[in-house]
């Protein structure tokens, strides 16, 4: 049996410095929003035969220097061009940019969102974050709410929060570092891999808390709390690293093959499924311990 809550002192320094280094990354450099969350133009295109590769349209375009351009290529024979600009005469020179290259193009439909409309939007999806957080608190605690020794139902709550937000923040840093030096950009798919960690981090998580439960319900008096959560945390090792394997090879495939318009959701998933299981091994369970250490320290105090 690997002696996994020996290693927390290692897995806090770890976690608290990626934590700290993402936090100052997000004051320093910030995100790099997509018209998604700043405002911007949507052009739909559409062509005679086939759609041109993305590559070809944004060298048509180069000499515009579009701002925050992405091209998806739809049904129909059509391609979605997106940039940061709701000036009619910059509109009018994309389109043509497009015709002089490809003279059968056609435009179909021209759409703007507003920096007004952009903040909203912003907002309302930190807010979904922020309720999707605070509900699985609630769920949590009322779901171990029959487990309140040694270490009270709505700790285990506390301990999955912290996770989450351990994983939220290093995912949400690392996008800051790529955004600063890569020019990678956020908008609502990043929102949607998001709120995808936690609830993929959560499940794991459960998993290893209901096996602890489990544990203590069926534990003698001989065993401690923390060799309980020990244990529990071996018997689901193997199923929470193959789970992770699983989803992390397929996101990874998804990521190298799945064009651009996916590119940087994958990868957002990609790094908050790997943090998420380690956050699920050695952090969630890890905190329960250190809570009732404290709480067996203060207790020998008074």
């Known amino acids: 049996m690997i002696n996994i809550i020996s290693k927390t002192k290692y897995a806090y320094i770890f976690s608290i410095t990626l934590t700290i280094l993402s936090v100052v990354s997000l004051f320093v450099w910030g995100l790099k929003f997509g018209i998604d969350f700043t405002g911007g133009t949507l052009m739909e295109v559409s062509f005679e035969n086939s759609i041109p590769a993305n590559q070809e349209i944004e060298e048509t375009l180069k000499d515009l220097n579009l701002k925050s351009l992405t091209i998806q290529s739809t049904q129909n024979n059509s391609a979605l061009i997106r940039y940061a600009s709701e000036d009619d005469t910059i509109n009018q020179n994309v389109f043509k940019k497009i015709s002089e290259k490809y003279p059968n193009s056609k435009e179909l439909r021209v759409d703007y969102a507003n920096a007004s409309v952009s903040n909203e939007l912003k907002s309302k999806s930190l807010w979904a974050i922020f309720w999707a957080v605070a509900g699985i608190l609630a769920y949590i605690a009322w779901a171990f709410r029959k487990v309140s020794r040694p270490v009270a139902s709505w700790k285990y709550g506390i301990g999955a929060v912290i996770a989450l937000v351990h994983d939220i923040l290093i995912t949400t840093g690392a996008f800051s570092v790529l955004g600063h030096f890569y020019g990678i950009e956020v908008g609502i798919p990043f929102i949607a891999a998001l709120l995808t960690i936690l609830g993929f981090s959560v499940h794991d998580t459960i998993v290893v808390y209901d096996r602890t439960r489990e544990n203590l319900l069926r ?84």
């Open 219 to 302: 534990s003698s008096n001989k065993e401690t709390f923390p060799d309980i959560v020990n244990r529990s945390l071996n018997e689901t090792l193997v199923r929470s690293v193959n789970t992770s394997l699983t989803v992390l090879i397929t996101l990874l495939a998804v990521f190298i093959f799945g064009g651009a318009t996916i590119r940087d959701f994958s990868l957002a998933l990609l790094i908050g499924v790997f943090f998420g299981t380690y956050s699920s091994i050695f952090i969630a369970s890890a905190l329960l311990v250190t809570s009732y250490k404290l709480q067996i320290n203060y207790k020998s105090t008074k």
